[in-house]
């Protein structure tokens, strides 16, 4: 089945109707919004940032200071809301959600995935996190803690993972940055 | 800023008739600010339609996940409006 083709779509679809006959958006001025929202919003900008931070002491810092400035100086808009950054260290690892919907860093992470829109991800990960991260096939040991961050607000999270072992380039750092690893359900 | 980091303070308990983003599983208990995250408009207010709505500051606040579920060592961290929180006396 398409995208075009699910109940949800005609839902949307139908709403959408009904704003515009009241006059309160056009076609337009939706689609424009969409586009503008979803361009070059890709998982590979946090993964940027997040190599940037690896190699460059003073980048992390500010980074970790004020992500908005930081993700600013390497070109990505956050426009709209407070970008957090929150680092692993190999005391702590750090895990976004949002309970109430699906808030999330977009410009920086690409559109989410499924599973952290589920309703089983939302109301288990803040409950019973190191069961969660098993099931990704992510066994963190259990002398390392938790912190989950619910986005409930305007601020946006996002993972700075800990570096990988090994003499990679910053490019080559790059590539080794998942979305999950953004996310915290993954190492890296 | 009213709330300083290392602050105590108790969710609101009650369960207002209009929308609001108090989520349902920290209401009632008390957690510890760990930073502010600057000002926003209140949902509550802009769900209502109420023009223009409060802005409040808003806070990261972290609770002890054994306080909300009765188990486990994990820290949740909730975003809470100030008009969301009470001080509670140390």
């Known amino acids: ?188 | 800023m009213t709330y300083a980091p290392g602050t105590r303070v108790r969710a609101r308990a009650d369960d207002p008739d209009h929308h609001t983003r108090v989520p349902r599983y920290v209401r009632g208990h008390v957690g510890e600010i760990v930073e502010p995250e600057g000002e926003w408009p209140l949902p509550d207010d802009r769900a209502r339609g109420i023009v223009p709505p409060r802005v409040e500051p808003v806070y990261a606040v972290r609770f002890p996940a054994r306080d909300l579920w009765g188990t486990g060592s994990h820290t949740v961290v909730v975003d809470l409006w100030e008009s969301y929180l009470e001080e509670v006396a140390p």
Do not use: Q
């Not at chain 1, 969409?34 to 946090?46: C, I, Q, R, S, T």
């Not at chain 1, 990960?125 to 066994?139: I, S, W």
């Not at chain 1, 990679?168 to 190492?187: D, F, M, N, Q, Y």
């Open chain 1, 1 to 188: 089945m398409s995208h075009e083709e699910l109940p949800v779509a005609a839902r949307v679809r139908r709403l959408e109707e009904r704003v515009i006959a009241a006059g309160l958006t056009t076609d337009d001025e939706l689609d424009t919004l969409l586009d503008e929202l979803l361009d070059g919003a890709a998982p590979v900008n946090g993964a940027r940032i997040v190599a940037r931070a690896w190699t460059d002491p003073a980048y992390r810092e500010a980074l970790l200071a004020d992500g908005n400035a930081a993700a600013g100086e390497l070109g990505f808009s956050t426009e709209g809301y407070r970008l957090r950054v929150v680092e692993n260290t190999p005391d702590l690892h750090n895990v976004i959600v949002c309970t109430l919907c699906s808030c999330y860093p977009l410009s920086l992470l690409g559109p989410s995935p499924g599973w952290y829109k589920s309703f089983a991800y939302r109301s288990r990960v803040v409950r019973e996190p190191r069961h969660v991260l098993a099931e990704f096939g992510f066994d963190l040991p259990d002398e390392v803690d938790i912190r989950v961050w619910d986005s409930s607000a305007e601020t946006r999270y996002m993972v700075l993972p800990r570096r990988p072992e090994g003499d990679l380039t910053e490019e080559e750092l790059v590539t080794r940055v998942s979305r999950k690893g953004l996310i915290g359900t993954a190492a890296v």
